[in-house]
């Protein structure tokens, strides 16, 4: 790791050492005389000018008047001559942004040749998660195939079996929606109370994007399928893992179900499924088919390797529980999370993210005292059905101990549990399915840990 950092330069615990906006930075502050100075600057410029929000004016000192004298000195940047266009090739970030990276968590085995990697939740804004940054789950590597030479098959229980190409398929009406995928097992390390440092390893298997392709409802008439008998369909990767999936045929006459070739306005990246994946929204990772090759229309869940060994969930008492498909209602706040360091008391942002694989989210509270009293979060526009939702509350730490929670409720009604309440049900030996409440404990010299409260 390169101590490349220009917001800290200082020895770093973790590699995921960054600041974030607005005051905290991100693992164990050694020194913070200069961050602090600049948030006071930033407050004293919005009292000299701005209406403060109240929030904000009652949480920090703003100085009367004054700032950062620097302001006065005119940098290089605004004297001299810029960089012609970028036009060679692909545009990238800034050098400053160096460190913001996907990752491989450090409660997983470390393997040579890694196969989840991470979102970086903590330093995203909005709901879209830049395609650079989605996480990774492979189950046998990745690959960037020849879209020319990919073939599409949809056989099984239709009039006529079809081989499309990729030409063939963009030419068909397409569909542009927005769509969070979340790995069933995210969270999973969670369950046997391992205490994993940051959001990025707590709840980093979850992303969202525009996805663009042709709804298979599209395909599968074209092939003339029985959709009276054929129930539902096996979806098929063109990846070594043979990566095999039942989808219910109820998710896919509504539309909903999308064979994507499009990411966040241009095709998808490699490591996403590259040139054509399954987009099943509301249902966890394991069934976006990657690399698609094949859908098979039949009569019965096929009980795939990956549903009959894997993606099961064991329950109290011995029983599994099979085909759990939808990822249900759930939140996290993202800053402050663990590993970040609040650097001062005073006015925060507390932001996070909301998503339910069931519908809309309609409410999302906060709590700051460990679930004693909650506050009812600002969500922010848009907020959309199966995607990623933000989040944002005024808060004024006081500089003690406070322990940050969310709790986010769908347009189904279904609130999100604590850990309490999914033991209660679902035991403590499953891996898939972690929906439960997170905590985050800010401590009074403002690191902040990750900790489950029962
Ligand atoms: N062909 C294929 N499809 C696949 C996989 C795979 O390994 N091969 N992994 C699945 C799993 S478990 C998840 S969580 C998602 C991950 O998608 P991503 O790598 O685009 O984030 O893809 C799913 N589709
Ligand atoms: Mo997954």
């Not at 650097?343 to 339910?356: C, E, M, R, V």
Request: glycine share 10%; hydrophobic share 35%; net charge positive.
């Amino acid at each position: 790791m390169k101590e490349d950092n220009i917001h800290s330069g200082r020895v770093q615990k973790a590699p995921e050492n960054f600041l974030t906006h607005g005051g905290i930075k991100a693992v164990f502050a050694e020194g913070k005389k200069g961050r602090r100075d600049f948030i006071r600057s930033a407050f004293a410029a919005a009292a000299a000018g701005v209406a403060t929000p109240m929030a904000m004016a009652q949480g920090n000192p703003v100085p009367a008047e004054g700032g950062d004298l620097n302001i006065l000195n005119l940098p290089e940047h605004a004297t001299g001559l810029g960089q012609g266009v970028a036009v060679d090739g692909y545009g990238k970030p800034s050098k400053f942004e160096a460190n913001l990276q996907r990752r491989q968590s450090p409660g997983l085995t470390q393997t040579t040749q890694a196969s989840v990697s991470f979102a970086p939740l903590q330093s995203l804004f909005g709901i879209i998660t830049p395609s650079g940054l989605h996480f990774e789950r492979h189950h046998q590597g990745w690959w960037d195939i020849d879209p020319s030479k990919h073939r599409f098959m949809i056989n099984g229980m239709v009039k006529k079996n079809m081989v499309f190409t990729m030409d063939e398929i963009m030419r068909l009406p397409s569909v542009s929606r927005f769509h969070f995928i979340e790995c069933g097992a995210n969270t999973a390390v969670d369950w046997g109370n391992v205490a994993v440092p940051t959001v990025q390893y707590t709840h980093g298997m979850l992303s969202c994007s525009e996805f663009t392709g042709v709804p298979l409802i599209t395909l599968l008439e074209l092939a003339g399928a029985d959709l009276k008998n054929g129930k539902f369909v096996l979806a098929e990767g063109g990846d070594g893992s043979s990566m095999t999936r039942t989808i219910p045929m109820s998710l896919i006459t509504s539309g909903e179900v999308i064979v994507a070739y499009g990411q966040n306005g241009e095709m998808l990246r490699p490591e996403n499924g590259y040139p054509l994946r399954l987009v099943v929204p509301g249902v966890q990772g394991v069934s976006w088919v990657k690399y698609l090759r094949r859908i098979e229309v039949g009569d019965k869940p096929y009980a795939a390797k990956d549903e009959a060994i894997h993606y099961m969930d064991l329950q109290p008492g011995g029983l599994h529980r099979q085909y759990t498909n939808i990822q249900e209602v759930k939140s996290v706040v993202t800053t402050p999370s663990g590993g970040q360091v609040l650097l001062d008391k005073g006015f925060y942002n507390i932001t996070g993210l909301a998503w339910s694989g069931k519908g809309k989210i309609k409410r999302v509270d906060v709590s700051t005292d460990g679930g004693r009293n909650w506050r009812q979060a600002r969500l922010e526009t848009p907020v959309l059905s199966k995607a990623l939702s933000r989040f944002n509350l005024n808060w004024v730490w006081d500089g003690k101990p406070a322990i940050i929670q969310s709790r986010a409720q769908d347009d189904t009604e279904h609130v999100q549990p604590t850990y309490q309440q999914l033991r209660a049900v679902r035991g403590t030996r499953s891996i898939y399915h972690n929906n439960a409440i997170q905590s985050w404990l800010v401590q009074e010299n403002g690191e902040v840990k990750n900790v489950q409260v029962s």
